[in-house]
Every structure is written in structure tokens, then in C-alpha cells.
């Protein structure tokens, strides 16, 4: 029989190794081959382990403190695993925005460009965003498409009940405005703009307008290549 397959002499191989592992009171349990530590290393390790990077990252300057917050939202969103981090903080800013402006509606008139730059990110990313909460249902984006050229001069989101309290799901509180000022401002301008500009469209149908010049061009290159395909007999 082999000490494979004998179970005493495995046994007293182990045993064997675990007396030699054993350290004697007085002696160094490193093995032979390895150098002693370096006391000027250790000290130096100790001295700078704890200090901070090298490289740190630059700064930016802190954000002016106003009077905005972000309204009570359902911790639905906070709990979704199909949002992305970067998605959860522009569904804030959104209901920030839309708190801000128009309560009441909470329809948000604006564009890709401006939640970029308030988001701090590249527009498709903030695109990216958008298709996701679109895709869990907490907002729903149309395209509003101009008059007067063939491009859109904005988007109007509209916030649904997903994202929303409970108890807020019917309407917000009002606001704390001074009755005797006027709604407009400069600061809105923009929003009466985007509402007067054009119509609104869905996401789906203004991609399919974008793309009908191209599908047309490509008519002209290959106009048979919409038919279906002729089997060989």
C-alpha cells in the first residue's frame, strides 16, 4: 500500500510538518534565505504611509450656498439597481428644477445642454441619463421640434409617480413666493421660449425624422434594397 493511500502515513506527514513549523522560543521563524528588515526602511515606511497622495486631484471652487433643495422624491429610485449613480443624480436635479419652476405642471422645459453644464458632464452622457429613466418609467422626455428649421430647440420632461412621494403625489406645496411679484423674469425666458418654439414629438418619432434623410439618400443609391429578397428557385 502506498502513503497515498494510507491514511496513518498521511497522518504522520502532517504531524511532521506541523513540528517543524513550530518556533523555538529564541530563534527567528523566518527561513534562512530571507534578510532581516531594514530599521532606516520600516521608519521610513512608517513616516509617509499615512500622508496624502502624491498626485491628488485639483480642487474646484465650492458652489455658491442658495436657497434651492431637492424636493421629497421615493426612495424607489435610491433602490433600483437598473440606475446608474450619474442617472439618480440628474432625476434630482430634475425634480430640483421642475420644484423650481413649474410645481404646479411639473413639466420641465429644457435642454441637453444646460443639464450637461449643471450636471457637470458631456451631453451624451446626460443623454444616457434620460434613456434610462425613461426606460424605468420615473420620467417621460418630448422632443420639442422647431417651426422654423428641422431641428429641436429643446426637450420638456415630465416627471411620473415613481419618482415621487407618496404623499406627494398628487401635487407639491406652494410656494413661498411674494404675492405681490410678477411670475416673469429674465431668468424664464427661456422656458416661455422653448414652450412657443414649436411642437412637441416623442424620442422614438423625432429619431425616425432624423433619420428619413439618410433613408432617403440611400433610396436614391439602392432602390431596391427595401424589397425583400427574391429566393432561387
Known amino acids: 500500500m502506498t502513503m497515498q493511500n494510507d491514511p496513518q502515513a498521511a497522518f504522520i506527514k502532517s504531524a511532521r510538518k506541523l513540528q517543524n513549523r513550530i518556533v523555538t522560543p529564541g530563534t527567528d521563524p523566518r527561513p534562512m534565505n530571507v534578510p ?7 521608519k521610513r515606511s512608517l513616516n509617509t504611509c499615512h500622508r496624502y497622495a502624491q498626485s491628488e486631484r485639483p480642487r474646484s471652487v465650492a458652489p455658491h450656498t442658495s436657497w434651492a433643495y431637492v424636493p421629497e422624491l421615493a426612495a424607489r429610485i435610491e433602490d433600483d439597481p437598473n440606475l446608474t449613480d ?5 432625476a434630482r436635479k430634475l425634480a430640483e428644477l421642475t420644484y423650481r419652476r413649474n ?5 420641465l422645459p429644457v435642454t441637453v445642454t444646460y443639464l450637461a453644464r449643471a450636471l457637470g458632464r458631456c451631453r451624451r452622457t ?17 422632443v420639442v421640434v422647431s417651426q ?13 409617480q415613481p419618482l415621487l412621494a407618496a404623499h406627494h403625489r398628487e401635487r407639491w406645496p406652494g410656494s413661498s413666493a411674494k404675492p405681490g411679484a410678477t411670475p416673469e ?21 423625432w429619431a425616425l425624422r432624423c433619420m428619413d434623410g439618410v433613408f432617403r439618400s ?13 429566393a432561387a428557385t
Open 36 to 42: 532581516a528588515a531594514d530599521p532606516t526602511r520600516r
Open 86 to 90: 450619474g442617472a439618480r443624480r440628474c
Open 103 to 107: 410645481r404646479e405642471g411639473r413639466l
Open 126 to 142: 446626460v443623454q444616457r441619463y434620460l434613456r434610462q429613466l425613461e426606460r424605468e418609467g420615473y420620467v417621460a422626455v418630448d
Open 148 to 160: 422654423r428649421a428641422r431641428m429641436c430647440v429643446g426637450l420638456v420632461v415630465r416627471l411620473l
Open 185 to 205: 423674469s429674465l431668468n424664464k425666458r427661456f422656458k416661455g421660449y422653448i414652450q412657443a418654439e414649436g411642437y412637441r414629438t416623442g424620442v422614438e418619432q
Open 218 to 230: 440611400y433610396m436614391k443609391t439602392a432602390p431596391l434594397a427595401a424589397l425583400p429578397s427574391i
